[in-house]
Every structure is written in C-alpha cells, then in structure tokens.
C-alpha cells in the first residue's frame, strides 16, 4: 500500500479556508484517498474519501491532482472545533485497511 | 446507528495482570478492526475480524494479547501479563462492505 506524506502541523486562521496537504506519490490505480481527523481524547472521524476526481460533502472538499500524486483536503470556513490531527491515508476500498498506516497526520490548529 | 462503542474508556492496571477490553461495532457491520495509538503517532492496525473469523494479525500483536468475536458481533481484546510499552489507547473500528471505518473513541491503558 502507497504511504502518504503530511507536514507536522498547520495553522489556519478562524473563518478562513484550511488547505491540507497530502503526498501519496506510490499510489497505486486502485486505491483511494480517504481522510480522518482526530480530535483529543476521541477516536478517528471519517471526512471525505475519493478516487479521482475531486469531491464534495457537509463537511470538506478533496482535491486530487490528475497524475493522483498528491491531494488538498479543503475546510471551506475553519472553526475553533476544527481543531484535530488530520490523517491522508489511501487504501483498497475492497478492504485494504489492515495495511494501512496512518502515519503521525498533520495537526491544524484554527486560531480565533 | 449508535456508533462503535468501547469499554471501557479508561484502564489503569499493574505490570502483569491481564486485562480485558470490549468493543461493540455498528450494529450491521461485519467488519471489525482493532489498533493501538500511542502519544503523538496515528492508529497502528492489530486486528481485523470479518464476522466471527480472524482474518489478519500484525506483527504488533505478540502472544500475549488475544482478540476474539464470537457470533460476529462484539469484539473482546485481552492483554496478559502486562507490561509498562502496552501502556496506549486501544481503538475499535467497524465498516460493512467497502464503507469508511467508524472508529470508537478507545480504551485507555495505563500499566504502572
């Protein structure tokens, strides 16, 4: 499975867009982009997954580049709660996840 | 749909006793992973059930834990003989098909 490279930490300010960046360069044709975050004390919340062309929820948008190297996670209008470690993994959808690694994430501080 | 619901939230135990963790996934969820996350790096994959049978071990899981499912249903992670390194939180996860993981908000171990 393709490892991912995230920076260590972001800061963002309150109200304004977080761009997240991922690195995913030995991504295979088959594997998705999904992205988690992580907030203190809780477990991992499901964001936004995808394959190849870019996608939109309640919650983010997901930018992933044509040659699937690299993608943007996007917060449109950060919050105080969006405060988190962010995890870029890409995996099987079939059922990859016991090769995942999450790697150390990046972790985005909203400051108001 | 509940959520994946962990038992319990906080665990301090003396270096070699046993202890025991539960896990109930989403109701319909046949898949069931368990991982370990220590301070500062993301979750590191254990386990992965798909309904009652153990399909997958890491490396990470030496013979002193044990994880069962019996039924397909809830999940159990035993550890025996504890020592100070298990000290982390525990995290369950579940998924049905080719879903996104749902994670519980973990178990955590502190071995004095």
């Known amino acids: 499975d393709a490892k991912t490279t995230q920076p260590p930490s972001m800061d963002c300010a309150e109200g304004r867009a977080a761009n997240l960046p991922c690195n995913h360069s030995t991504i295979s044709g088959n594997e998705y982009v999904y992205w988690y975050r992580q907030i203190h004390s809780q477990g991992p919340q499901y964001i936004i997954h995808g394959l190849k062309n870019n996608e939109t929820n309640e919650m983010a948008s997901l930018i992933i580049t044509e040659d699937r190297k690299s993608s943007t996670l996007i917060l449109p209008h950060a919050t105080l709660r969006d405060t988190a470690v962010y995890y870029c993994?890409?995996?099987?959808?079939?059922?990859?996840?016991?090769?995942?690694?999450f790697g150390t994430g990046t972790k985005l501080q909203v400051i108001p | 749909d509940t959520g994946v619901s962990q038992n319990p939230r906080h665990k301090i135990t003396k270096r070699g006793q046993n202890v025991t963790f539960r896990c109930d996934p989403i109701s319909e969820h046949n898949r069931l992973y368990w991982y370990r996350q220590t301070l500062g790096q993301g979750p590191e994959f254990l386990t992965y059930f798909q309904n009652e049978a153990q399909l997958e071990k890491s490396r990470l899981l030496s013979d002193r834990f044990s994880a069962e499912r019996p039924k397909g249903s809830f999940s159990t992670l035993e550890i025996q003989r504890t020592e100070q390194g298990d000290s982390a939180m525990y995290l369950c996860?579940?998924?049905?098909?080719?879903?996104?993981?749902?994670f519980g908000n973990g178990t955590r171990l502190t071995v004095t």
């Open positions: 993994i890409v995996v099987l959808n079939s059922g990859g996840y016991q090769k995942v690694t």
């Open positions: 996860a579940s998924r049905a098909g080719v879903s996104p993981l749902h």
